[in-house]
T-cell receptor, first 114, second 110 residues
Framework: DAGVIQSPRHEVTEMGQEVTLRCKPI?????LFWYRQTMMRGLELLIY????????DSGMPEDRFSAKMPNASFSTLKIQPSEPRDSAVYFC????????????FGPGTRLTVT | GQSLEQPSEVTAVEGAIVQINCTYQ??????LSWYQQHDGGAPTFLSY????GLEETGRFSSFLSRSDSYGYLLLQELQMKDSASYFC???????????FGAGTTVTVRA
């Protein structure tokens, strides 16, 4: 199994630009999570999908952030416009309902907004 | 909401035993998980406790006391490769999302 796939792995962009992060969950998993990790705020849940439906987006910081999951094998997190404070590592994780609730994390996207 | 407390740093020597405590306050509780994250890497799952007691997986064990809102991760026979951050995470509702603690950085010295 390829695991959770995220792209790009690194992104450097200028303030005001649009940024799109991509995630392919593990095949057969039906929950998908977007997290942001910074030294100051730790690991924060941004949004959680179950069966492609957004269940909880209370962690999305503001309207500049949006996420979609058009099908079971693809999700995007978009930031428009980006700001320097958005600089962080963004992780996508997926899990299979039931079992031991293990979440499988992707390698992350390191975003730098200058 | 949920809040979790765990120590920020622990240092120990190879071969030693380390216990990382985690206390939590949640409006609901379904289980406590532990994740390991090496520097520059992604979090990886270690354990999940839904019921009171000790779960053992090789050198690592995890304990939960629901009445005390407390759990711990026990790392035995420490190795250099165990140097990493360890996060406790609460499943606070009947869905699949987790709330993570701030993490404990474990440094293993020779």
């Amino acid at each position: 199994d390829a695991g959770v796939i995220q792209s790009p792995r690194h992104e450097v962009t200028e303030m005001g630009q649009e940024v799109t992060l991509r995630c392919k969950p593990i095949s057969g998993h039906n929950s998908l999570f977007w997290y942001r990790q910074t030294m100051m705020r730790g690991l924060e849940l941004l949004i959680y999908f179950n069966n492609n439906v957004p269940i909880d987006d209370s962690g999305m910081p503001e309207d500049r952030f949006s996420a979609k999951m058009p099908n079971a094998s693809f999700s995007t997190l978009k930031i428009q416009p980006s700001e320097p404070r958005d600089s962080a590592v963004y992780f996508c994780a997926s899990s299979f309902d039931g079992g031991n609730y293990e979440q499988y994390f992707g390698p992350g996207t390191r975003l730098t907004v200058t | 909401g949920q809040s979790l407390e765990q120590p920020s740093e622990v240092t120990a020597v190879e071969g030693a035993i380390v216990q990382i405590n985690c206390t939590y306050q949640t409006s609901g509780f379904y289980g406590l998980s532990w994740y390991q994250q090496h520097d520059g890497g992604a979090p990886t799952f270690l354990s999940y406790n839904a019921l009171d007691g000790l779960e053992e997986t090789g050198r690592f064990s995890s304990f939960l006391s629901r009445s005390d809102s407390y759990g711990y991760l026990l790392l035995q026979e420490l190795q250099m490769k165990d140097s990493a951050s360890y996060f406790c995470a609460v499943r606070g509702s009947n869905d699949y999302k987790l709330s993570f603690g701030a993490g404990t950085t474990v440094t293993v010295r020779a």
